[in-house]
């Protein structure tokens, strides 16, 4: 069995890049959903609910709350890293935070396709 | 001992000096630091307050009474202030960003850049959350 090495480079790489693409999505659609309602109708139940009713709002949704999940996985991650000392109570509240993460994007799921 | 000697033992020890009278009156952060700490409050805030933003996307998409019932909860001065809070983070956080994703291509890490931007962060983000408090209040 070969010994493996777990830190060095390259193996933070891929969630610092992971993070910084999901940032440019969100920001993406941040802007367009500000234009889209700024520049709509006033905003009453239907206006609301045909927005998120049409295909591209709800997929487009969907990539923003994966984003989401993922960037705040890392970002949650360096906050515990460095506040967080004991491997243990470290280990255990990251686990807490994905699976919260997880829901919320099954929960989301069923929002946007109720 | 000699000279040298008790340097390098000194610089060995060093003093922790970190209490929350440092952090709040004694450890000036310079300006972009401000950015960088306010950056990671605001994410974290968000993180949080997440179920919460969720759970009004749910109530507002859920049925008409649901919407109004919500719409009248959100009109109240407490709700709307946690929602100001939330409109600056995520207008902090967005901005910071964006700054962070210049600083990654190299661009703009003289002082002076460094400073000015991080002044058009704190700036942009106070007004964006003014015009989106405004258009909500």
């Known amino acids: 069995m070969t010994a493996r090495i777990v830190t060095g480079a390259h193996y933070g790489l891929r969630d610092w890049l992971a993070q910084r693409i999901t940032a440019l999505i969100m920001a993406i659609y941040s802007v367009i959903a500000v234009i889209v309602v700024l520049s709509g109708k006033p905003i009453n139940y239907a206006v609301w609910r045909d927005l998120f009713t049409q295909g591209w709002m709800r997929v487009a949704t969907l990539l923003f709350i994966a984003s989401l999940a993922w960037h705040a996985w890392v970002g949650v991650r360096d906050i515990l890293m460095d506040y967080i000392k004991g491997a243990g109570l470290r280990l255990a509240l990251e686990v807490m935070v994905l699976l919260t993460i997880a829901a919320y994007v099954g929960w989301t799921i069923q929002i946007l396709w109720r | ?137």
Not at chain 2, 45 to 63: C, E, G, P, Q, Y
């Open chain 2, 1 to 137: 001992m000699s000279d040298a000697a008790a340097k390098t033992q000194a610089s060995r020890v060093r003093p922790k000096y970190l209490n929350l009278q440092a952090l709040l009156f004694e450890i000036r952060l310079p300006l972009p630091g401000w950015v960088s700490i306010l950056h990671r409050i605001s994410g974290a805030l968000l993180f949080v307050a997440l179920v919460w933003m969720l759970w009004m996307l749910d109530r507002s998409l859920a049925s008409e009474a649901a919407f109004n019932k919500l719409k009248h909860y959100a009109g109240l001065w407490p709700v709307k202030l946690a929602l100001l809070a939330l409109i600056w983070a995520y207008c902090h956080h967005f901005f910071a960003g964006i700054r962070y994703l210049f600083l990654d291509l190299d661009k703009g890490l003289d002082l002076a850049s460094a400073r000015l931007t991080s002044w058009l962060v704190l700036g942009a983000s106070l007004v964006f959350t003014v015009f989106f408090g405004w258009r909500i209040w």
